[in-house]
């Protein structure tokens, strides 16, 4: 069974700042690896798909990398309305979420 | 504009049964298969069943096999959740989402269900 460890739990940052958020597979993963974004009260929204693919309007100050085991989101520079909690996912399995929160 | 509305939770108690329903609009529905995904209360995502386009596949996390259905009307563009013997660990929010290849494009607004006596 997958189990996916996001790193860290929260991470304080300013709003300008660079975001690096990860996620550790307990096994190889080699397709349909995403990510999303939830924002208090509200859905899931699809991030990134395929490691470092983009969805349907999402700014490119989002980056989505890694192979094997790691993965890793970077947002460039975080903007108010970035301040979320990231999950990331592949197959049936979800990690555990990052909450990114205003310093 | 894809749009999926959830409805049929509730309060219930422990033992109890609920169907969930999700309406689909503004894609072809047959198309795409289906997920539902739940979040207990301050928790994160959790996977809970998965149907193919036809409906002829189906897929259950350990936690919901033997007592959640996953089925879906293609002639009405809805997808169904069938939650029978329902715990208290099963309370959540319960997210309707469409896949592509597993990945939950577009996800809809959440339905509360609450099991307590």
């Known amino acids: 069974e997958l189990v996916l460890t996001q790193s860290p739990a929260t991470l304080s940052l300013s709003p300008g700042e660079r975001a690096t958020l990860s996620c550790r597979a307990s096994?190889?993963?080699?397709?349909?690896f995403a990510w999303y974004q939830q924002k208090p009260g509200q859905a899931p929204r699809l991030l990134m798909y395929d490691i470092s693919n983009r969805a349907t309007g999402i700014p490119p100050r989002f980056r989505g990398s890694g192979s094997g085991t790691d993965f890793t989101l970077t947002i460039s520079s975080l903007e108010p309305e970035d301040f979320a909690v990231y999950y990331c996912q592949q197959s049936t399995a979800f990690g555990g979420g990052t909450k990114v929160e205003i310093k | 504009e894809v749009h999926l509305l959830e409805s049929g939770g509730g309060l219930v108690q422990p033992g109890g049964s609920l169907r969930l329903s999700c309406e689909a609009s503004g894609f072809t529905f047959n198309n795409y298969a289906m997920s539902w995904v739940r979040q207990a209360p301050g928790k994160g995502l959790e996977w809970v069943a998965g149907?193919?386009?036809?409906?002829?596949?189906?897929y259950y996390a350990d936690s919901v096999k033997g007592r959640f259905t996953i089925s879906r009307d293609n002639s009405k563009n809805m997808l169904f959740l069938q939650m029978n013997s329902l715990r208290a660990e099963d309370t959540a929010i319960y997210y309707c989402?469409?896949?592509?290849?597993?990945?939950?494009?577009?996800w809809g607004r959440g339905n509360v269900v609450t099991v307590s006596s």
């Open positions: 149907i193919s386009g036809s409906g002829s596949r189906r």
């Open positions: 096994q190889t993963v080699t397709s349909f």
């Open positions: 989402a469409r896949d592509i290849e597993m990945v939950h494009d577009s």
